[in-house]
């Protein structure tokens, strides 16, 4: 059966097969080049392909059962699926579509929320001719390969950014507790929650990973709720102070923009009259895994006190190095910033595109053009 321009309407068990992953031991310890993906994303890398790419991945078990792409050779450990074409079909073309699927409305019905090979082969599908397929994964592809190239741009910054401050150390340090370098030190509110959009944005805990502030899982908050104290201003510190696993998250707040955050935060202001604010931060940064050791309290319910934040060691350059490499610094931020408010419009266009071009009403030359301006 066929739609629109040759479209075959069919479902996903007609076109394909799901294939089973397999059981690995010691992917998380050892190296290799080959990606182990499992439910959720890559786990793991190893020497040894199960199959070679490009493919699409399935999460098969848990109550988030995500589709993933490898371009090249991949293994899939047993909580997940990857997929078999039974006639020629676009890999990437396949991993876009699937991103309208609703795999997570799939349940077995068994304790573990799970995807069926029953359950997944019944989803509908419209399949464009293969040509059509490739310019789709390729207008689709070209939006996610700059967003891939400004992650790995922000990585490299980050990169630099600890080896600039190391090589700073090397020339003498000079050593300060948090709360000598600080001139407050202090928990953020308790919000009343608004519409988004509405008050002042509020960030959690959510927000501070891998000492990046990403503002897409934050609130907003009445107001009324938040004193000017409490509003964070650039080259503060905010440190993640509840719960284990998240406790001792650092990262420094480098944009211009009006927020502040939640009580399960920690706001560091770094003291322009100890050293450069920026380069404060990235000492800061720098013992992170030491924060995270000073939290108190049983497990699931730790804390990080002010106070005990305060104590902790940081190391700083002299003044007049300081000064250079705050300067580095801010560059590398910029960057990173930049590369990462960039993504922000990339993926809305991506997302925005990807269900008109797989339904056919949106031309692959008109995505081409769009894509082409911000490309």
């Known amino acids: 059966m066929s739609d629109h321009g040759g479209w075959e309407v069919t479902t996903w068990g007609a076109v394909s097969d799901l294939r089973y992953g397999k059981a ?18 890559p786990v793991g890398f190893t020497d040894t392909p199960q199959t070679n790419g490009p493919g699409v991945i399935i999460g098969r078990k848990g109550a988030y059962r995500g589709v993933h792409y490898s371009e090249g050779p991949f293994w899939v450990i047993d909580t997940a699926f990857y997929l078999a074409p039974k006639q020629v079909m676009d890999m990437r073309w396949a991993y876009y579509r699937l991103q309208l699927a609703d795999i997570n409305g799939l349940d077995s019905g068994s304790a573990i929320p799970s995807t069926t090979r029953e359950s997944f082969g019944a989803i509908a599908v419209s399949i464009p001719p293969l040509p059509e397929q490739q310019a789709i994964a390729e207008v689709l592809g070209a939006l996610d390969d700059k967003i891939a190239a400004n992650t ?27 709360a000598e370098a600080s001139t407050a030190i202090a928990r953020g509110i308790t919000p009343r929650y ?34 000017r ?30 927020a502040t955050v ?72 910029a960057s990173q910033d930049s590369a990462r408010a960039e993504n922000l419009v990339l993926a809305a266009m991506r997302d925005a595109l990807l269900p008109q071009l797989m339904s056919g ?14 490309v």
């Open 24 to 41: 690995l031991r010691g992917y998380r310890e050892t190296g290799g080049d080959v990606p182990v993906f499992g439910t959720n994303g």
């Open 152 to 178: 790995a741009l922000t990585s490299t910054a980050a990169f630099a950014a600890k080896l600039e401050y190391r090589s700073a150390l090397s020339d003498g340090a000079l050593e300060f507790t948090v």
């Open 229 to 258: 104290e409490k509003l964070v201003a650039v080259d503060d510190v905010l440190v993640n102070s509840t719960g284990q696993g998240t406790l001792g998250r650092v990262a420094r707040w480098t944009v211009q923009e009006v």
């Open 262 to 333: 939640d009580s399960h935060i920690t706001i560091v202001r770094p003291d322009p009259n100890v050293s450069d604010t920026a380069v404060i931060g990235q000492a800061i940064l720098a013992i992170e895994a030491e924060i995270e050791a000073r939290g108190e309290g049983s497990t699931g319910q730790t804390e990080l006190s002010g106070v005990e934040l305060g104590r902790a060691r940081i190391q700083v350059p002299s003044r007049e190095r300081a000064e250079r490499l705050g300067t580095t610094l801010r560059a590398l931020t």
């Open 194 to 227: 608004v519409p988004d959009g509405e008050g002042t944005r509020v960030l959690n805990q959510k927000c501070v990973r891998d000492q990046l502030v990403s503002l897409e899982p934050s609130r907003w908050t009445d107001d009324s709720k938040v004193k």
């Open 361 to 374: 009403k949106l031309r692959i030359r008109e995505a081409e053009q769009a894509v082409s301006e911000v």
